[in-house]
Each structure stands twice: as structure tokens, then as C-alpha cells.
């Protein structure tokens, strides 16, 4: 097959999927094409679609097509609770996962100096404007445990306490039915020195 | 997160995917949206490209975007040995994995007749042409070592003795490197009955 031409595309296309490789690029081009060219067809659109018109949320930063997210907009939700996440998919993990009602700011990023990540790139001055505006009582700082998502938790404690707003940090410790012998040395240490009254 | 529209209908998009769960899905989405825009729009154009525009070759049926598919346009590759396959995808492993040099023909399926699958679907007719014009001197058959496949393979193989056609079937038995401990036993002693000269 020397020149398979826009066969040989689509499979080297798919490969830009994470966690894709040459073998499930294969198997997913041929499973389109001999199977589900409609579902095809509307992937194809829908991705172009959501290339062009996903943006991000004038208040919050997160991915959305209109131009104040779902979250922000619903007048439901708290106005004084500000959860801070790393990235868009954190959002939607933390809004299917708990009972959260409060709002949410998406820093795209930690800090990490070496890479060039300041606070300019996570939108830190979009937070202070938001903080300083006095409607915001908490923030929980649900960034990463991570070195970088550590030091960017504290960054921004600092900011919150300069304005008299209570910062929590997401608890860390032994996974739900974890077991203790099968925990790293680091986490297991962490929930030690994090124990609380039973 | 009551209705992230284009966001949820990406995410269900890419579960048409085989192998893809909601959980990728949503990796997969939130990827292409935060790291790779170009990767998502060239996806997108490709797969429409490759949906509209990909058929069936005119000789052997498999998937090609031009009329003849280059392996049966290749004036270099054997016209006397034809190579009998379950699928477009068998083709390109075949190709990729040994030195065959002959022609192919796929069926696009198997005997089934509980699924309604009988020769008509099969190509039966087209193949019959072929063998019927001369030029053919063996045809291998390569269909799935399943009871279905063997049974295609054996329906042919009456076929080829009709036109007084050489017909062989690829080898079965142990895998390279296969450790006979853990083999099943339907191979095992398939390996046993087919046993060859050192």
C-alpha cells in the first residue's frame, strides 16, 4: 500500500487523540468507515463546531460556547463560595462529583516559573478584581497537590488573606477504600500530620 | 453544569469511537480544546474528508478514495495469486506485516446465515468473475480462524476447485513466542494436526 493516501491521513489524524496510537488510530479509521461513517460524519462536525465556537467564560475562565458559562449564569448558585481549579476538565469533574453549588475560577495553569507561568498567564488579576469586589466570603483552593499546585495554593491564600477572605484547601490523604500498606510514603505521611478528631 | 451543550455533544461524539468510554471521551475533549485546537479542526476536516470521499475499489472491494486502490492499479504486484480477506483492515495488516506481493479480494464479512450474511453479501459473484477469467493461479485464503471464517474459507475453497484453482489457507497454530503452557487447548491441537517436516 504505498500511497493509501486519505486513509493513511485519517489514521495519522486520530493519533492527535491522547492516548492514541498508531494500532487504535487503525482500528477506530476502519471502524468508521466500515461501520459508522454517520457517526463519523457528525464527529467531524461536532469537532469543528467546538474547534471554532469554544471559547472562554468572561467571569469564570472556563471552556464554554456562550459567553458567561452555565455556572456562572445560574442565579441558584452561591455568589460567596469561589472554588479554584487548574483546569476546565476540573470543574466538570468537581460539578459531577460533589455537591459544590458555589462558583468556580479556572487558572489554565500553575505556577511554574521555569516554564514561564506567572500570574499574568493564570489570570491572577481577573481573581483580585473578583476578590476585591466583596461578595466572595471563601475560597477553596482545589488546585493540584502537585509542588507547582501547592506553591500556586499558597500564592493565592496570600492574595485572599491581603483581603480578609477565608481560603480552605481541599483535603488530602488516604483515596476512599484505599489501603494503607499499598499508600506512598508521602500521601500516608500527609494524612497523619493532617488527622482530625474522630 | 446543567448545559454545556457543545461541550456534552463533543464528549458524546467521541464515544462513536471504538474503545472510547465517557471517561476518555471527556480527556479527549477537554485535550484538543486546552492543548490542541489545529490537531481537533485537521481531525475534523480529515474525518469529513475521509467519510465522504472513501469507497469501495472497484476489483477487490477494498476501502480506497479512488476507483482502483493502489495495490490492484500496482502493475508490480503478482496478478496469478489472490489473497481471500474478512476485512479492509486485514489488507493493510497483511500488507504492512508480510511480503506478500499478490492481489487481494475482500468480503466484508463472513458466512453467517443466522445474521442473514450469504454469498450476495460477500462479493461471492464478483469473486467468481475473477476466478473465471484465467489469469488466477492460487488464491490463499486468509480469512479468521473463527467456526464462521472457517467456513467462508471452506465455501471458497469449493469455488476455486470448481474453476480447478490452487487454493491454500494461512497457517494456524502456536504463536511466535507463544509459551505452549499458556495456550488453549482448540489451538494446541490444532497445532498437533498440522504438524510439518523439520
Not at 91 to 119: E, N
Request: aromatic share 6%; proline share 3%.
Amino acid at each position: 500500500m504505498q500511497n493509501q493516501g486519505l486513509l493513511k491521513d485519517l489514521i495519522q489524524s486520530l493519533c492527535c487523540l491522547p492516548g492514541v496510537g498508531p494500532k487504535s488510530a487503525q482500528r477506530m479509521a476502519f471502524h468508521l468507515l466500515q461501520r459508522n461513517r454517520a457517526g463519523g460524519r457528525q464527529l467531524s462536525d461536532i469537532l469543528s463546531q467546538a474547534m471554532n465556537n469554544i471559547g472562554y467564560c468572561r467571569d469564570c475562565r472556563t471552556l464554554t460556547e456562550v459567553e458567561v458559562c452555565d455556572v456562572c449564569a445560574n442565579q441558584l448558585r452561591d455568589n460567596d463560595v469561589l472554588c479554584i481549579v487548574e483546569s476546565a476538565a476540573d470543574v466538570w469533574v468537581i460539578d459531577q462529583a460533589t455537591s459544590f453549588k458555589g462558583k468556580y475560577f479556572v487558572l489554565h495553569g500553575r505556577l511554574s516559573p521555569l516554564d514561564g507561568i506567572g500570574p499574568d498567564q493564570l489570570g491572577i488579576d481577573k481573581l483580585e478584581q473578583r476578590l476585591s469586589a466583596g461578595a466572595i466570603k471563601e475560597i477553596i483552593l482545589a488546585t493540584n497537590s502537585t509542588i507547582e499546585g501547592q506553591a500556586t495554593a499558597h500564592f493565592i491564600g496570600e492574595i485572599a488573606a491581603k483581603f480578609n477572605i477565608r481560603a480552605t484547601r481541599i483535603a488530602h490523604g488516604i483515596p476512599m477504600g484505599g489501603e494503607l500498606e499499598f499508600i506512598d510514603s508521602g500521601t500516608l505521611s500527609h494524612a497523619f500530620n493532617g488527622r482530625r478528631e474522630f
